[in-house]
Nanobody
Framework: QVELVESGGGLVQAGGSLRLSCAAS????????MGWFRQAPGKEREFVAR????????YYADSVKDRFTISRDNAKNTVYLQMNSLKPEDTAVYYC??????????????????????WGQGIQVTVSS
């Protein structure tokens, strides 16, 4: 019902910036929360940030707090992840995820992968030292 397509990844020098975009199509009017996760080689997929579609409340992993900013453009059905002061440790495949509104939506922990219904294909971000 919802397709998510990430863009904006690539190679950047440490200390640089990059902005990821995630365009949603389909039943976007039902979106409750969208988030970003990342997975580095040999590591489990980890939570990065999430944003509630209505109201725009945000939450970040400690590892990216004060460096990354998640935002959304309701008209464009797009969520962004502005990444500043990038570190080599930020190198990973970044995934966009969406949760569709349901009775359980308000009770879910959106730092957990299982709280999301749809996922993008992932996009590589590489930060060189």
């Amino acid at each position: 019902q919802v397709e998510l397509v990430e863009s904006g990844g690539g190679l950047v020098q440490a200390g640089g910036s990059l902005r990821l975009s995630c365009a949603a199509s389909g039943r976007t009017f039902s979106t409750y929360v969208m988030g970003w996760f990342r997975q580095a080689p040999g590591k489990e997929r980890e939570f990065v940030a999430r944003i509630r579609w209505t109201g725009g409340s945000t939450y970040y992993a400690d590892s990216v707090k004060d460096r990354f900013t998640i935002s959304r453009d309701n008209a464009k059905n797009t969520v962004y992840l502005q990444m500043n002061s990038l570190k080599p440790e930020d190198t990973a495949v970044y995934y966009c995820a969406a949760n569709l509104r349901s009775a359980a939506s308000v009770r879910l922990d959106y730092t957990l992968r299982g709280s999301y219904d749809y996922w993008g294909q992932g996009i590589q971000v590489t930060v060189s030292s």
